[in-house]
T-cell receptor, first 113, second 117 residues
Framework: DQQVKQNSPSLSVQEGRISILNCDYTNSMFDYFLWYKKYPAEGPTFLISISSIKDKNEDGRFTVFLNKSAKHLSLHIVPSQPGDSAVYFCAASMGGTASKLTFGTGTRLQVTL | GAVVSQHPSRVICKSGTSVKIECRSLDFQATTMFWYRQFPKQSLMLMAT?????????EQGVEKDKFLINHASLTLSTLTVTSAHPEDSSFYIC?????????????FGSGTRLTVV
């Protein structure tokens, strides 16, 4: 049972434009959401997170939006850069931060010149 | 910042042998470690949660006798894949709970690529 889903396995965006990565979840008990960036054969790198009490969190080029009623979150990267090319995972936890994470299936982002 | 050192980064072993993967927290004490595995083009699946000084908690479907986890100190957790078979070939990643730091409670190791031949 995949509780966290990323329905787009891949996304291609031109440099300078906005990248929008989507994530859906089914468990309404999740109260904390995180986005990670991952390169092959490396561990995930934390990007940004959001608590369920908020609907938006921004950090530089990265913004995460949360729609609790739709059980949907998205990561916006503006402007996209070639160095952003990687696999992006959303993850969710319940019971506060540092509880175990449930990861989505990942979206491979390719930023083209 | 918090760093988790995981090694080896890559290991090839023969079928039937055992392989040990180590994760060390370098500049903090990790009371809790999480072990994940990732098959190609798939999600990171949590295998088990280990707490220092106590038995690990395994996720449903993970064989605890096959994947031995030891968390004997606050800076070291190990995962031993016993009697490895080709289907155990995967990417294994550890993660330490670090508490309220900039990465919101988790630091990941760099992963271990296990290939069983």
């Amino acid at each position: 049972d995949q509780q966290v889903k990323q329905n787009s396995p891949s996304l291609s965006v031109q440099e300078g434009r906005i990248s929008i990565l989507n994530c859906d979840y089914t468990n309404s008990m999740f109260d904390y959401f995180l986005w990670y960036k991952k390169y092959p054969a490396e561990g995930p790198t934390f990007l940004i997170s959001i608590s369920s009490i908020k609907d938006k969190n921004e950090d530089g080029r990265f913004t995460v939006f949360l729609n609790k009623s739709a059980k949907h979150l998205s990561l916006h990267i503006v402007p996209s850069q070639p160095g952003d090319s990687a696999v992006y995972f959303c993850a969710a936890s319940m019971g506060g931060t540092a509880s175990k994470l449930t990861f989505g299936t990942g979206t491979r982002l390719q930023v083209t010149l | 910042g918090a760093v988790v050192s995981q090694h080896p980064s890559r290991v090839i072993c023969k079928s039937g042998t055992s392989v040990k993967i180590e994760c060390r927290s370098l500049d903090f004490q990790a009371t809790t470690m999480f072990w994940y595995r990732q098959f190609p083009k798939q999600s990171l699946m949590l295998m088990a949660t280990s707490n220092e000084g106590s038995k690990a908690t395994y996720e449903q479907g993970v064989e605890k006798d096959k994947f031995l986890i030891n968390h004997a100190s606050l800076t070291l957790s190990t995962l031993t894949v016993t009697s490895a078979h080709p289907e155990d070939s995967s990417f294994y990643i550890c993660s330490a709970r670090t508490g309220w730091v900039a990465n919101y409670g988790y630091t990941f190791g760099s992963g271990t690529r296990l290939t069983v031949v």
